[in-house]
Nanobody, 116 residues
Framework: QVQFVESGGGWVQPGGSLRLSCTASAGDISVRHIAWYRQAPGKQRIFVAAISRNGLAVYESSVTGRFLISRDNAKNAVTLQMNDLEPADTAVYYC??????????WGQGTLVNVSS
């Protein structure tokens, strides 16, 4: 089973940018469709963006045009470039297979805090 590791979160002012990274401490993610999810305080985890094995990307409507998901299969990594961040983007961000649910193993996530 793949063990996902997220990194790159932090504090940023509104309008700023962050770049999140998703790797695997065990397993090969290059053969999988991978997605980013986020869970805001007091809310359920939701889908943010996904990328297929060959690089086709889809986005949740609120991040379209601001976030960019990409992958480097040689490095076994998927990244999420987040631009023009808003306070509503504040959440813990996770990566996992596209379509993952509560039955899947989840990493620790990485916290993104957008505030002034």
């Amino acid at each position: 089973q793949v063990q996902f590791v997220e990194s790159g979160g932090g504090w940023v002012q509104p309008g700023g940018s962050l770049r999140l990274s998703c790797t695997a401490s065990a397993g090969d993610i290059s053969v999988r469709h991978i997605a980013w999810y986020r869970q805001a305080p007091g809310k359920q985890r939701i889908f943010v963006a996904a990328i297929s094995r060959n690089g086709l990307a889809v986005y949740e409507s609120s991040v379209t045009g601001r976030f960019l998901i990409s992958r480097d299969n040689a490095k076994n990594a998927v990244t999420l470039q987040m631009n023009d961040l808003e306070p509503a983007d504040t959440a813990v961000y996770y990566c996992n297979r596209n379509g993952a649910g509560s039955e899947d193993a989840w990493g620790q996530g990485t916290l993104v805090n957008v505030s002034s």
